[in-house]
């Protein structure tokens, strides 16, 4: 792990195809031994989550290089390596999942769902307004509590969205666009002999989020 987090210091320095290119045989070979990291993760995410079990380690895994053609920022890779552990198809389901990454000073844990659609986002607001108690619970328990400490506020509503009432108690949870939680790690967490002990601990406590939010997504045809 130290020598991936080098990695990416140096690739931060120097994000240019010229030097990616000269070191992309050191990159490969990091490359390969994230994979195998990763799957051990999967499989140890699988001892308590059977629905993770028989995932593919490739279909988890994020491509290093970037998509520039919509962005301001032209340099061509990115500066972290991570993976969306998450059934039936990986970083390609539309589920809550874990998600590990890894960037120098910037590496997190974090699940639930981002970006949902439009039609799925409504959905997780019902049952989040029918099930408040339940929600509610999870959020505050105090082992999730102290791990995540709120839910992503990236473009929050000013108002509580219709048809909800407006002075609904628990109405600034209805205010969210996105249903995701994440966990800032120091690079060090993710360096030692326990380190799968320590990221399985943190997605223990992560999965009833999840699997609340995945009662909503997998009864998707529900009105």
């Not at 061509?76 to 120098?104: D, Q, W």
Request: aromatic share 14%.
């Amino acid at each position: 792990m130290k020598e991936i987090f080098d990695f990416l210091r140096r690739l931060r320095e120097n994000n240019e195809r010229k030097w990616f290119n000269e070191h992309k045989a050191e990159f490969l070979e990091l490359k390969a031994e994230f994979e195998l990291w990763v799957g051990q993760l999967i499989e140890k995410i699988a001892e308590f989550d059977e629905e993770i079990r028989g995932l593919a380690v490739k279909d988890c895994i994020y491509r290093i290089y970037r998509d520039t053609r919509f962005s301001p920022d032209k340099t061509p890779y990115k500066t972290h390596m991570a993976a969306y552990i998450c059934a039936p198809r990986g970083r390609n389901s539309n589920r809550a999942g874990y998600y590990v990454h890894l960037e120098p000073d910037n590496s997190l844990i974090g699940g639930g769902l981002y970006c949902p659609e439009p039609a799925l986002l409504k959905r997780v607001r019902r049952d989040i307004y029918e099930n408040i108690e339940e929600f509610t619970g999870i959020l505050r328990n105090k082992a999730f509590a102290k791990e995540f400490k709120e839910l992503d506020p990236e473009g929050m509503l000013k108002k509580v969205p219709a048809p909800f009432p407006a002075d609904f108690p628990e109405g600034d949870l209805l205010k969210h666009k996105h249903y995701d939680v994440l966990s800032r790690k120091p690079d060090a967490f993710f360096e030692g002999q326990d380190v799968f002990r320590k990221i399985v601990d943190v997605c223990k406590v992560l999965q009833p989020f999840n699997r609340f939010l995945n009662y909503t997504v997998d009864g998707e045809g529900e009105n």
